[in-house]
């Protein structure tokens, strides 16, 4: 595997978010027709019913399995993620083989990624997530997507959120970004699509059924397709078993051999 690959791979990834797996939780079908009346011209009552649907926690753990596609180099890892909310993410990638491949440990304010394939690490600002995605993208945001929760700035006004056969789907633009969101029955996301036409990225994230988290729902499946220039990424992802609000290290030290990278 290429040494851009692979680090490129990583850092997209981390933008376009991750999977988990374990013992599985009890799936919550969707209805097929809405349970509420959801009004067109009740805005701010419907924000806030998505709003009372978001997982709230203090920490979040869980492990996973995904097919990471770039371009035309596959990857199968596991990974292994930690979330203290508002502070840090924390994600170990595992090979099949049992092997640790990097590890990464995101803050609002830096990206420290160490590379143990490569004996490299990447030390840099939070703005180098933004350089492949878009500069609205920061940490809140990455991880309410990761949680699949309400994206607050989303919901500020200038945007729209109608109602069609009772499905709820928000619309607007800040500066180049264009994004929409369309909510399930359960009134969680299943697609969310942001687009900056200006810098030619794009990001698609499906999210498929959603298990039980406490008294929340948490997704179980996500499909990601992600464009920025000519990379192109594919991730299949599925989560099972998600634990919330227990105490957790966030392991992140670099050996001395390793070669700092740009």
């Not at 924390?90 to 143990?116: C, H, K, M, Q, Y």
Request: contains cysteine; hydrophobic residues 40%; glycine residues 4%.
């Amino acid at each position: 595997m290429r040494k851009n690959i692979l680090t490129s791979s990583i850092v997209l990834s981390l933008i376009v978010v991750l999977s988990a797996c374990g013992a599985k939780k009890a799936i919550v079908k969707a209805p097929s027709v809405s349970t509420v009346d959801t009004v067109a011209n009740k805005r701010a009552e419907n924000i806030r019913l998505i709003k009372s649907k978001d997982v709230n926690f203090r920490t979040l753990s869980f492990k996973g399995k995904a097919k990471l596609i770039v371009n035309r180099n596959v990857n199968d890892v596991s990974m292994n993620v930690r979330i203290q909310r508002d502070q840090k993410i924390w994600i170990s990638f595992t090979a099949l083989a049992g092997i640790e491949i990097a590890r990464v440990l995101i803050t609002p304010d830096s990206i420290l990624l160490r590379n143990n394939f490569q004996s490299t690490y990447l030390a840099k600002p939070f703005s180098f997530i933004q350089s492949f995605s878009n500069k609205r993208v920061d940490f809140k945001m990455l991880q309410s997507i990761i949680a699949g929760n309400t994206i607050n700035d989303f919901t500020v006004e200038p945007t729209t959120l109608d109602v069609t056969n009772g499905l709820l789907n928000l619309n607007g633009a800040r500066e180049n970004l264009r994004f929409s969101v369309l909510y399930n029955t359960l009134f969680k996301a299943s697609e969310v699509n942001l687009n900056d036409v200006k810098s030619d990225q794009a990001l698609q994230v499906n999210y498929g059924e959603y298990q039980q988290l406490n008294a929340s729902l948490f997704p179980s499946t996500l499909k990601i397709r992600s464009m920025s220039g000519r990379e192109r990424i594919l991730i299949e992802l599925s989560y099972s078993k998600v634990e919330s609000n227990l105490s957790m290290d966030f392991p992140f030290t670099v050996p001395k051999r390793y070669k700092l990278i740009d």
